[in-house]
Each structure stands twice: as structure tokens, then as C-alpha cells.
């Protein structure tokens, strides 16, 4: 019994050692360690338990290996009698291997393990329970199909459970799984709500410990995003304006996950996006882009984009709230291509409504910078396509008639863009005889002479129409 117990001890121990793995594994150490899970001493047991697991952890092949040796029966056989100590060492063994694939997760489905994980989660220990929710995780997060495997295993009630225990680990790790349940489709989303969590989570979201915070935002955040009713749902349960808290956290996540939140009731209807402007949430959410950096900005820049989206209003209750120097600067300071290109949605979706929306957004000087992203030839092609192809700089040029912020752009633009600058020319120009002074003496009559329009085409209709204006000897 001693030389059983030295051995398991000495492979647990060397298996909490990367170095050592390799030796382990071309030893054989797995199917070494298979007999000992059925040793008539308990600690022997979670010994051997405990070195499976951190094997397990360390790769996908000892994962598999260990799935292969047919070891999840055995490990689990007589579970519901065993000590809180074997049952957490079990637990944690069933999620070191789901967390590799969705294939290895299956397997733990397969051999009946969520039943006994249902019996852990019910478990006194909070211990025990802990681990049977970081396993329900682990599966959960890979598909629609595992996390209904857990929700079908009747999980969900009793993780709720939990988020209601004093433990404050307990509770963070059942609140991330339910947002790795809610996560896949409504239907997930709806069998937590079902399950009362609503309403414990934002109790939570005041809660000092960070960890628990983020954990909290993102399941409501995960139950918000499928549709107008969930999100509904959340927002009755009085998150506001006590969310707004959180874009102040010093914890960056704690941060990105509250404006992640605020985000996803934003983007579904005009009459959310003006509860999120009434709570004072769009300027939170600007004070939140200005302290911070890097993808932490990135919810917060959206969530604007997405108000100012819905309605002429609500993109102007962003300009009054002062959202655009924060979305300017994203553009300059920001080496992301991705989060640069999310700052030149928002203020596309900003500049898109009236010729006033275009012309907060061109007064802010922000034209050219959007139009250096667009040729700069560094920039991804995603990043070009939204920032002038398919939305935001061709927006805002279709409404600016703000001509001092246009100008300057005639002399670099590319083609694809200068039929946009010359349409805003041929339209103001014809009224305005201060512009038509401007024009000239800036240069700006003599590049669009300089301009190669197919005969016939649109463009040269532009251009036709701004030489009209002024008498042929000016124009030659």
C-alpha cells in the first residue's frame, strides 16, 4: 500500500511539471495509473485522479490517450460514494480534457459524466460544486449541441444555485458558465433566464470583487445579444444606471465587459438605444473610449455606432454628448486595423442622417484621416472596405456640404472616392458665390480640371455642372 501510494504520489508530482511529461508519456504512464483508480485506499485513488488530470491539462494527445484507456468509467463508477476530495480530483479530471475540443467533450457526454457532475454540483462542499461547474463549463463552451447537453442534464437550476452561495469563487465560476450556456442561441439564453438567473446576476454587478464582475457582465451580456426580449429582460432587471459603474472600474475587464453589455441591448432598437442615452450611458460610455486603450475601447466604440445608427436623434444626442473627437482620435492613436475600423463605422453610422450630422463629423477634421486609412496601402482590406468602400467616409461625403473640410481632399483622393467629393462641389457651388470665390483661389477649380471623367459618365456631369458656374476665361 505504501509502494502504491509513493508511486501515485511521485507521478502526480511529476506531471505538475512540464519537463517531466514527456518521460511520463513515453513510459506509459497512463495506462500505469489505470489500475490504481480502482485501489481499495481513497487516496490512493485521488491520487492517481489528480496525476490524470494534470495530465490531461497539459495536452491534446494525453487527453485523448487517457479517453482511449477507457479511464472515464472507472474514474467515474463509483463517484456519488466517494470523499469531496476525489470528487473535486474527478471534476477537475473531466475538465482538463473537455477544455482541448468538442470531440473530447463529447466523449466526456458519451460516458455519462454531466449525470454525475449534476450529483457534484448538488454536492454540500462548495469545493465540489466548484469543480463540477468549471467542468459544465469547459463543455459547454464548445457548441450549441454540448451546451444543450448540460442544459438537458438540468445544470442550469442548479447553477443558479450557486451564484447564490457565500463563496465568492463558487460564484464566478458559475456565473461564467452560464455565460458559456447562453452564449450559442436564444433558445440557451431562455433555458437561464428560465431558471431565475436574471435577476441574481445584477444583483452581483455592484459586488467589489473584479473577477466576479466580469464573470456577471458577461453572461447578462451573452443572454442580451440574441434578441429585443431578452434583452429586455435585462434591462428590467435595474442594471441601469448601475452599470455605468463599471466603465469607471480600475479593472480593464471589468470595463470592456460593461460596455460589451451596454453594446449588445444598444444594437437592438431605437427605443433601447434612447433608454441607454437617457440613463446617461452614451457618455459614459465616451469617457470610458477617452481612458483607455487598445480593444477595451472596442465594445464602447461600437455601442456608439449602433445608437447613432437607429435615428437622426439619437446620432445627434452622440455629437451633443461630444463622441466624436474620442472616435477621431481611435483613428489616429490605435494601431489595430480592426478597432480602427470599428472608429470609422461609428462615425459613418454618425454622419450618415443630414447635411448637419455630416458636417459635425467633417468639422471635427476627420475626412482626412479616413481617407490616409483608405489608401494607405498597410491597411487590411477589411479595414478599407469599412472605412470608405462600403460605409463610412462615402456616407458622410454623400450628406457634407461642409466645403472648407472637403477641399482639401480633392487633391488626393483616389477616383472611387473623388465622384463622392465633386457630387458635394456641384451641389453647394451653384448657390454660394463665397464658395465659388474660395474654389478658385484655393485651387480647387483648376484641379477639377485636371480630373479624367469618362464622357457621359456621372462625374463628368459634376464637373460640367461646377465649370457652368463660372465664365469659360475663369474656367480655361
Not at 494534470?54 to 494527445?61: K, S
Not at 433608454?275 to 477617452?290: M, Q, R
Not at 469618362?454 to 462625374?459: K, M, N, R, V
Request: hydrophobic share 45%; glycine share 4%; aromatic share 4%.
Amino acid at each position: 500500500q505504501r509502494a502504491r501510494s509513493q508511486f501515485a504520489q511521485a507521478i502526480s508530482d511529476l506531471a505538475a511539471r512540464p519537463q517531466s511529461i514527456d518521460t511520463l508519456r513515453s513510459a506509459g504512464v497512463v495506462r500505469l495509473l489505470r489500475s490504481l483508480l480502482l485501489d481499495v485506499v481513497p487516496s490512493i485513488r485521488q491520487t492517481a485522479a489528480l496525476a490524470l488530470g494534470r495530465l490531461a491539462d497539459y495536452d491534446v494527445d494525453l487527453a485523448e490517450a487517457i479517453v482511449k484507456a477507457g479511464i472515464l468509467p472507472q474514474l467515474l463508477c463509483s463517484l456519488p460514494e466517494e470523499n469531496r476530495y476525489y470528487k473535486k480530483t474527478a471534476a477537475y479530471v473531466l475538465r482538463a480534457i473537455a477544455k482541448h475540443s468538442p470531440q473530447l467533450a463529447q466523449a466526456i457526454v458519451q460516458c455519462g459524466a454531466l449525470e454525475m457532475l449534476v450529483i457534484c454540483l448538488e454536492d454540500f462542499d462548495p469545493g465540489v460544486k466548484e469543480g463540477a461547474s468549471w467542468a459544465f463549463g469547459y463543455i459547454a463552451r464548445h457548441n450549441p449541441e454540448l451546451s444543450q447537453a448540460v442544459v438537458d442534464a438540468g445544470a442550469v437550476p442548479l447553477l443558479v444555485l450557486c451564484i447564490q452561495e457565500p463563496e465568492i469563487a463558487l460564484k464566478r465560476i458559475a456565473a461564467s458558465t452560464l455565460s458559456d450556456i447562453s452564449k450559442h442561441s436564444p433558445e440557451l439564453a431562455q433555458a437561464v433566464v428560465d431558471a431565475g438567473a436574471i435577476a441574481h446576476l445584477a444583483q452581483m454587478i455592484p459586488n467589489p470583487d473584479a473577477k466576479l464582475k466580469r464573470q456577471v457582465l458577461s453572461a447578462l451580456s451573452q443572454i442580451a445579444k440574441h434578441s429585443v426580449d431578452l434583452a429586455e429582460l435585462v434591462v428590467e432587471a435595474e442594471i441601469f444606471p448601475v452599470v455605468l459603474t463599471c466603465l469607471k472600474d480600475s479593472d480593464e475587464y471589468v470595463k470592456k465587459n460593461g460596455a460589451t453589455l451596454i453594446r449588445e441591448i444598444a444594437k437592438h432598437t431605437p427605443e433601447l438605444s434612447q433608454l441607454v442615452v437617457n440613463s446617461g450611458g452614451v457618455a459614459a460610455v465616451i469617457d470610458c473610449i477617452g481612458s483607455c486603450r487598445g480593444t477595451v475601447r472596442l465594445p464602447g466604440i461600437m455601442t456608439l455606432g449602433y445608437v447613432a445608427a437607429h435615428s437622426e436623434n439619437l446620432s445627434m444626442a452622440v455629437i451633443v454628448s461630444k463622441g466624436i473627437p474620442p472616435l477621431c482620435l481611435c483613428l489616429i492613436e490605435e494601431h489595430e486595423d480592426h478597432i480602427k475600423a470599428a472608429a470609422a463605422w461609428a462615425l459613418g453610422q454618425i454622419g450618415r442622417h443630414t447635411v448637419e450630422h455630416a458636417r459635425h463629423v467633417a468639422v471635427a477634421n476627420v475626412l482626412p484621416t479616413l481617407l490616409d486609412i483608405f489608401v494607405d496601402t498597410n491597411s487590411s482590406e477589411d479595414l478599407k472596405m469599412k472605412a470608405s468602400r462600403s460605409k463610412a467616409l462615402k456616407d458622410i461625403l454623400q450628406k457634407c456640404t461642409y466645403l472648407p473640410a472637403l477641399e482639401p481632399l480633392l487633391h488626393e483622393a483616389p477616383p472611387s472616392i473623388m465622384k463622392h467629393i465633386i457630387g458635394q462641389f456641384s451641389k453647394v457651388l451653384p448657390h454660394d458665390s463665397k464658395a465659388r470665390r474660395l474654389f478658385v483661389t484655393t485651387g480647387g477649380l483648376k484641379k477639377v480640371q485636371e480630373i479624367k471623367a469618362e464622357p457621359g459618365s456621372l462625374l463628368q456631369e459634376y464637373i460640367n455642372t461646377i465649370n457652368n458656374c463660372y465664365p469659360e476665361e475663369v474656367v480655361r
